[in-house]
């Protein structure tokens, strides 16, 4: 069973998968971009989540 996660004006599951195909064997990802690749998905929870708070992390319990 998919578990809902729920605010306050919105129910909603999300599921993310990233596949990257290429034609020839050889390295098309530079530690650079992998590296980026990483930072971006945490950045955009850190976001989320003092934008839901107001920009007061201390609402969360946080120090």
Do not use: C, E, W
Request: hydrophobic residues 40%; positive net charge; aromatic residues 6%.
């Amino acid at each position: 069973m998919t578990k809902l996660r729920r605010g306050s004006h919105v129910v909603f599951s999300i599921h993310l998968h990233i596949v990257f195909v290429t034609k020839y064997r050889r390295q098309v990802l530079t530690p650079n971009m992998i590296q980026d690749m990483k930072q971006a998905p945490l950045q955009i929870v850190k976001d989320y989540i003092q934008h839901q708070s107001g920009g007061r992390l201390d609402k969360l319990g946080a120090s």
